[in-house]
């Protein structure tokens, strides 16, 4: 244990092999729409972890990574189809779509990163949310291409013949999702802990005192908006795997929020905190869904619920979070278990160890 302790890749990768066998186990044990809400909630986890980094380390407000999420989907959808004219199979058909989904938008990343460089709190959201507004104005302009609000179709191939004629589909997309999740968890996780990602936080406590440390703030914010923003494209493009399919609808602005509320809920700057938004992404909505079912409304009334239910949902328990637990669900968790922790097997309910409680600090990014 203390080899681990000293050696952080060492250790993240001990965890990734244990979440992955945990996940291979998971996948078998649930029913086939079950598998595709896994799926649905890896994609997401991988666009609310680039996002917890780049507003929990650096400090940079972006209301735009449901945007981001469609370049990548887009990017995605036109690859695959491009892969499909040239008869491309197999993996390629799948990976080269992917790689195509992350440089799309880490050259998008780059270009509104080095714009916003110099912009600070809600300048910086605004120039973001730019974004909401482009994407869906570009699918439209270019609707011979985009396939305008309709969208377009992703090819994808079934799952592969060696696993089995009654291999379920929605087995195989978890397990894509979830392999995408846990390769970008991994990344980040380690990227955090290294010596950039101290200079990250600097830059976010201050950037003053980080350029007088020989840090160089502008380049240290762009590199984090374009592995956040690369992230949120492996999701879209893993998304618009999953539903073969992408559509400017699907990624509104209230999406974009979404995304944002969640890693606030979830617990921002852990990417722990970043799986529980995930989870909350896929959870939410479905629950709001059975609860506007049993409301006997009139047509008129369900017609304004629909989709409204959920932001009002989400919105009013970013409200009780932020008041009750302000550091989020991973904290709250945390300190429960913290404080479990600290118990002694023979110490009577309601007391606690002799020796000193320790805080854990909210400014690191757990693995």
């Not at 780049?54 to 945007?67: N, P, R």
């Not at 809600?122 to 270019?142: C, D, E, Q, R, S």
């Not at 990417?271 to 006997?296: F, M, N, Y």
């Not at 922790?341 to 320790?358: I, K, Q, V």
Request: charged share 10%; aromatic share 6%; proline share 4%.
């Amino acid at each position: 244990m203390s080899f681990l302790s000293r050696h952080t890749l060492a250790r993240h990768t001990l965890l990734l092999l244990v979440a992955a066998m945990a996940v291979l186990a998971l996948t078998y044990g649930l029913s086939p729409y079950r598998n595709y809400q896994l799926a649905t909630m890896a994609a997401y986890l991988c666009a609310t972890a680039g996002l917890t980094v780049l507003v929990g380390l650096s400090g940079q407000l972006s209301l735009g990574h449901g945007a981001l999420m469609a370049v990548g989907a887009y990017a995605c959808a036109l690859s695959s189809a491009e892969l499909g004219d040239r008869g491309t199979t197999g993996p390629l058909l799948l990976l080269v779509p992917l790689a195509c989904a992350i440089v799309a938008t880490a050259v998008v990343g780059a270009v509104v990163g080095l714009a916003g460089a110099r912009l600070h709190g809600p300048y910086l959201a605004g120039l973001t949310l730019t974004l909401t507004i482009v994407v869906p104005a570009i699918t439209t302009t270019f609707a011979d291409q985009l396939g305008g609000d309709q969208g377009l179709s992703v090819l994808v191939e079934p799952a592969p013949v060696g696993l089995g004629a009654t291999f379920p589909l929605e087995r195989w997309q978890a397990w894509i999702a979830c392999a995408a999740a846990l390769l970008t968890v991994f990344l980040l996780a380690n990227l955090v802990h290294s010596r950039f990602g101290r200079e990250m936080r600097a830059v976010r406590d201050d950037e003053v005192a980080a350029r007088l440390a020989g840090i160089n703030v502008g380049r240290t914010k762009v590199i984090v908006f374009v592995v956040s923003a690369a992230t949120a494209g492996l999701g879209g493009g893993v998304l618009a795997v999953l539903t073969q399919a992408v559509s400017p609808g699907a990624f509104s602005l209230a999406f974009s929020l979404f995304l944002l509320m969640a890693v606030v809920i979830g617990g921002i700057g852990h990417l722990a905190g970043a799986v529980w938004g995930a989870l909350l992404l896929v959870a939410l909505p479905e629950l709001t869904g059975s609860l506007a079912d049993r409301i006997d409304a009139s047509p008129a009334l369900a017609e304004r619920l629909d989709g409204n239910l959920s932001l009002l949902v989400f919105g009013l328990v970013l409200v009780l979070v932020t008041i009750l637990f302000p550091r989020g669900i991973h904290g709250l968790v945390t300190t429960a278990f913290g404080r479990l922790r600290r118990r002694t097997p023979d110490s009577p309910p309601g007391t606690t160890a002799a020796r000193p409680s320790t805080t854990t600090s909210t400014e690191s990014i757990d693995a």
